[in-house]
């Protein structure tokens, strides 16, 4: 299983939705540590991650004038069994 995935089953077991990720209509981030492993975006909405040593800065910007219909989502966290946790 990749950490992908494996951020998405620690997202779902914590008690959020999975579906979220899947639906196209939503846009997302998920980040494990400090490396962005998975982002949708939809129109009218800029993102610009920046990973760093300890963490990643994120610039979440929407576009004047343009409403996001749904829920962005934001995953951040660290898998359990990965080194320096």
Not at 3 to 31: C, N, R, W
């Amino acid at each position: 299983m990749n950490d992908y995935q494996s951020m998405i089953d620690a997202y779902t077991e914590a008690g959020g939705t999975p579906d979220a990720f899947k639906d196209s209509k939503m846009a997302h981030l998920v980040v494990h540590k400090n490396k962005v492993m998975g982002s949708h975006l939809v129109r009218g909405l800029i993102l610009e991650p920046k990973e760093t040593e300890s963490g990643v800065d994120i610039k979440l910007k929407v576009v004047k004038g343009v409403k996001i219909e749904y829920p962005v989502h934001l995953c951040f966290g660290v898998l359990p069994g990965t080194p320096g946790d």
